[in-house]
């Protein structure tokens, strides 16, 4: 956690330094020396917090000094991003007044009375000089704590051993996954490889216990020539993981010392035989580790099995799974049984009974949960002991601690310093929390934790690995991912997970949770938090006492119910919260941004969508130099947004869905070219005023990622639209295209001919395309394209070839009034003969198909589609039918009939009921 701040605030020290290079710095008296201590006291420190943040679990004062530490680099962030802010400020200032004659004179008389140099102002030079000192302190108290140095890194932490015994009497509730396993085991492969089987799972979760119990189990005994049980944890040791294996074929020590004189000796003993392998806790996921392992496995019998357990899915991809098992958790009535079995062997109290399964609730499933609390429970015959531990927070159990957080310690300490971060950022959120993924990218990037060492990597797209990492790392589950959406929507994490993010960040990250029975009582603890997210329930207002507490938040995130007004008051907050790097205030009822937010100059990440009583957002809002997200999805009230927007330098997401009465796009848009992702540039008849923006500065905005245009069809001239240069946007991804305006059909035919993306695109919509046919010359080069929706296209008649679409996921038709009939040439099958060579697939990975609002789609019948006296596939991978008001629709084709495992959902179409 501190490492990951330590590095940001470096981080800092060198982006001002670059920045002296631009704008001459010069810092009043001692002020640089300061500086320079500020930096050295930081290097000294991070070379040992990787061993300092080990160890806190286990020493208290060790936790303090982290604490302190934490402290201090928080202050030292905050002044040095108000100074890099100052920077920001004048750059601005200078660009600007050198487009205005008039204010360039005026500028040089202030920049010749106060900015040559640019002189550090005295308050942010007190402020480093005190936190240098503080510092100081810190740096001077590590020493008496002898920590080891950075690169005796924390995974040679010791790590229990795992051996094959089990004691059956303390297993309950994997019967069928037992069986499952067992299956697979004794299958023959019809692949000539080796079968790798991979148990994943979070820490806890059995996966040692499920191979035991194969392991053990009498079919395999007697299946197996050979059985060999490896434990292989941390760190990777290839000889000592080898030399295990020929120990357990020989059942002698091996004397042996060389790599290469062990593995030719376990060749020779499993030559031709049948084997089953268990490598149990792996964690490495370096692919060359395993290469001469897996060699020299392939001399057995190709009946021979492996079987890993790991908590971390990129280790099962590396070593070769061939099947893979996502352990999860028990069942209560199962958890249930292995409690009571240990907790209440000789007692048969009803009122016992009923605590106890209140308690087994808290464990959401986790056997190794339920077995500490069963065993820590078994000797307690109090009923008020049992009620302390119902009642207490369970990472406070030193039991729970010491079992139930071991495993997950080590899985923590396999991240990387940014990756402990991220992770101990979730602890802000409350239990049971459904985890929004581009959000948390997006708080994540506020907070300055993603780091990549390409610099022309987009650092969403870091954020993206670190999310995917953290998943496979079993820190998250539950993950949700609606039929119509391409990647992953949000997740969960366990309450024993949460529980051991909140134990790492007991004062960082709080949750206050409001209903209607009152105000809260905030805990003293509050005024050292620095993420804080509050869920608002019901009628519940906004906690008041929030406003005169907390100067210290970094996130704020409030949660409410739709439609509810939990009255804020936005100018107290502004006020209270100048340190704010996360502001998220979604659906909260605001109705004014008050003209303070200015004062918010650390701000990074602003979400007000959903508050539509909201009228405009005042120009002060273009003084966030630092913003880089602004969300005002639903904002549907917004008229315009404000001429200064230029001002926002560090911009890359502006999310402006569903603000339908904004009209056009201010001047200063143009100056906005790192933004990644913009929903919708909108061009309205006379948008092209002195205030206005027009299309062509859109040739500029090269890192767009996700991008919406509106009103094509209100162009002036068709010829503008090539200077978008979309096919030169090699990073867009996802592609929104309105026609709606003026334009006629020949008009829009030429728009969509000009229009055409990079290759590279994968998701693509068009709205409102007034021609008879969307067939463009470019459409079958979108080789990657995975989602495509067409809607309210009310004159076509005939659907494009979609189905030569090779990467074509989801398919989404709305609105296509003047199509009667679909027939080969939506699946791309010509008429004429195919030669006998070409390979045919139509639709080869269409997973969701969705047409609706055809009123006057009567026939969906294909021709031949044979060739060579063969058919040609149509739809192999169909999930999912939706057709909703195809009211004149009489039958299915064939192959959709055929299709015995496919969800259909039909509405509104009388002439196919029963289909």
């Known amino acids: 956690m501190a490492e990951a701040l330590v590095e940001i605030v470096l981080e800092q020290f060198v982006s001002i330094i670059r920045q002296q290079g631009e704008v001459r710095i010069s810092l009043i008296a001692g002020a640089k020396q300061e500086v320079q201590n500020l930096q050295s006291n930081f290097r000294a420190i991070q070379a040992v917090l990787a061993d300092a943040e080990n160890r806190q679990v286990k020493d208290n004062i060790v936790r303090v000094w982290l604490d302190e530490l934490k402290d201090a680099s928080y202050d030292i962030d905050d002044v040095l991003d108000e100074w890099n802010t100052k920077l920001q400020k004048l750059k601005i200032k200078k660009a600007e007044d050198a487009s205005n004659p008039l204010k360039k004179v005026c500028s040089l008389i202030l920049y010749y009375l106060s900015c040559r140099p640019l002189i550090l102002r005295h308050d942010i030079a007190v402020k480093i000089k005190g936190l240098d000192r503080k510092l100081d302190i810190i740096a001077t108290e590590k020493e008496r704590f002898q920590f080891r140095s950075f690169t005796m890194s924390s995974k040679k932490e010791e790590?229990?051993?795992?051996?094959?015994?089990?004691?059956?009497?303390?297993?309950?509730?994997?019967?069928?996954?037992?069986?499952?396993?067992?299956?697979?085991?004794l299958s023959q492969s019809s692949q000539q490889v080796l079968p790798i089987i991979s148990i994943v799972g979070m820490g806890g979760i059995g996966k040692t216990t499920l191979a035991r119990l194969v392991f053990n189990d009498d079919k395999v005994n007697t299946h197996f020539d050979k059985k060999i049980w490896v434990c292989v944890s941390e760190p990777f040791d290839e000889l000592r993981i080898a030399k295990l294996i020929l120990e357990s074929l020989t059942n002698s020590p091996s004397q042996l010392v060389g790599l290469e004189t062990v593995m030719q000796s376990i060749a020779q003993q499993i030559e031709g035989k049948k084997f089953l392998l268990v490598l149990d806790d792996v964690w490495t996921d370096n692919r060359r580790n395993w290469e001469n392992l897996k060699?020299?496995?392939?001399?057995?019998?190709?009946?021979?099995?492996?079987?890993?357990?790991?908590?971390?899915?990129?280790?099962?991809?590396?070593?070769?799974?061939?099947?893979?098992?996502?352990?999860?958790?028990?069942?209560?009535?199962e958890c249930w049984s292995l409690f009571s079995q240990l907790a209440l062997f000789e007692t048969t109290n009803k009122e016992f009974e009923e605590i106890g399964k209140r308690i087994v609730k808290k464990c959401k499933g986790l056997p190794l949960a339920v077995k500490t609390l069963g065993n820590l429970l078994r000797f307690k015959r109090e009923f008020k002991e049992w009620e302390n531990v119902l009642e207490s927070e369970i990472w406070e159990l030193e039991e729970v601690e010491q079992e139930v957080f071991r495993p997950l310690l080590l899985s923590y300490y396999d991240l990387s310093p940014t990756l402990k971060k991220c992770f101990s950022y979730c602890a802000m959120f409350p239990k049971d929390y459904e985890i929004d993924?581009?959000?948390?990218?997006?708080?994540?990037?506020?907070?300055?934790?993603?780091?990549?060492?390409?610099?022309?990597?987009d650092i969403e797209l870091v954020g993206e690995e670190y999310f995917k990492s953290l998943a496979m790392h079993s820190f998250f589950q539950d993950f949700q991912k609606e039929e119509y959406v391409i990647d992953i929507r949000s997740c969960k994490m366990h309450d024993i997970v949460h529980d051991f993010a909140q134990f790492l960040t007991q004062k960082e990250c709080y949750t206050i949770e409001v209903d209607s029975r009152g105000e809260i009582e905030l805990?003293?603890?509050?005024?050292?938090?620095?993420?804080?997210?509050?869920?608002?329930?019901?009628?519940?207002?906004?906690?008041?006492?929030?406003?005169?507490?907390?100067?210290?938040?970094?996130?704020?995130?409030?949660d409410c119910n739709y439609g509810a007004d939990p009255k804020i008051d936005l100018s107290k907050l502004v006020d209270q919260f100048t340190c704010l790097r996360s502001l998220f205030l979604e659906f909260c009822s605001i109705?004014?941004?008050?003209?303070?937010?200015?004062?918010?100059?650390?701000?990074?990440?602003?979400?007000?969508?959903?508050?539509?009583?909201?009228?405009?957002?005042?120009?002060?809002?273009?003084?966030?130099?630092n913003l880089q997200t602004l969300d005002i999805r639903e904002c549907e009230n917004i008229k315009k947004l404000p001429q200064g927007i230029g001002n926002l330098i560090n911009l890359r997401h502006l999310l402006n869905l569903w603000t339908n009465?904004?009209?056009?796009?201010?001047?200063?848009?143009?100056?906005?070219?790192?933004?990644r992702t913009f929903k919708r540039f909108v061009i309205s008849e006379g948008s092209y005023g002195s205030e206005g923006c027009c299309v062509e500065c859109l040739k500029n905005f090269k890192h767009l990622r996700v991008f919406g245009i509106k009103g094509l069809g209100n162009l002036r001239d068709v010829d503008e639209v090539k200077g978008i240069e979309l096919n030169n946007k090699k990073n867009l991804r996802d592609l929104y295209v309105d026609f709606e305006g003026r334009m006629n059909e020949e008009q829009n035919q030429q728009l969509l001919q000009e229009l055409q993306p990079h290759p590279d695109l994968e998701i693509l919509r068009l709205d409102n395309y007034s021609g008879k046919t969307i067939f463009p010359d470019w459409m079958m080069s979108l080789t990657k394209l995975r989602k495509l929706t067409i809607w309210d296209c009310v004159e076509c008649e005939h659907l494009p070839p979609l189905g030569k679409l090779s990467s074509l996921e989801i398919l989404w038709i709305w609105g296509m009034k003047s199509v009667k009939r679909v027939g080969n040439e939506f699946l791309g099958i010509e008429s004429d003969a195919m030669s006998a060579s070409s390979s045919m697939i139509a639709f080869p990975k269409l997973k969701y198909l969705r047409f609706g609002d055809t009123k006057e789609w009567e026939e969906w019948n294909y021709g031949s589609t044979k060739r060579e006296d063969e058919d040609i596939p149509v739809m192999p991978s169909l999930q999912t039918l939706e057709l909703y008001d195809c009211r004149k629709l009489k039958s299915l084709p064939n192959h959709l009939h055929q299709m015995r495992t496919l969800k259909k959902e039909i509405s509104f179409c009388p002439l196919l009921e029963g289909n």
């Open 159 to 185: 790590r229990p051993m795992t051996t094959s015994f089990i004691d059956l009497k303390e297993v309950w509730g994997r019967d069928n996954d037992k069986n499952s396993l067992v299956d697979l085991l």
């Open 295 to 333: 060699h020299t496995l392939m001399c057995g019998s190709l009946e021979s099995k492996v079987l890993v357990t790991t908590r971390k899915e990129s280790a099962a991809n590396v070593i070769g799974t061939t099947n893979k098992i996502l352990l999860g958790i028990l069942l209560e009535d």
């Open 437 to 457: 993924r581009e959000q948390l990218i997006k708080l994540w990037m506020a907070q300055g934790y993603l780091k990549s060492k390409d610099s022309k990597k």
């Open 523 to 558: 805990e003293s603890s509050y005024d050292k938090v620095r993420h804080s997210m509050i869920k608002i329930q019901g009628e519940a207002s906004f906690p008041s006492s929030i406003y005169t507490r907390n100067t210290f938040l970094r996130s704020l995130v409030v």
């Open 591 to 625: 109705e004014e941004i008050p003209i303070e937010i200015k004062k918010l100059i650390h701000l990074r990440y602003l979400d007000l969508s959903g508050n539509r009583n909201i009228r405009e957002l005042p120009e002060t809002l273009c003084e966030l130099y």
């Open 661 to 675: 009465s904004i009209s056009y796009m201010p001047k200063s848009f143009e100056r906005l070219i790192g933004l």
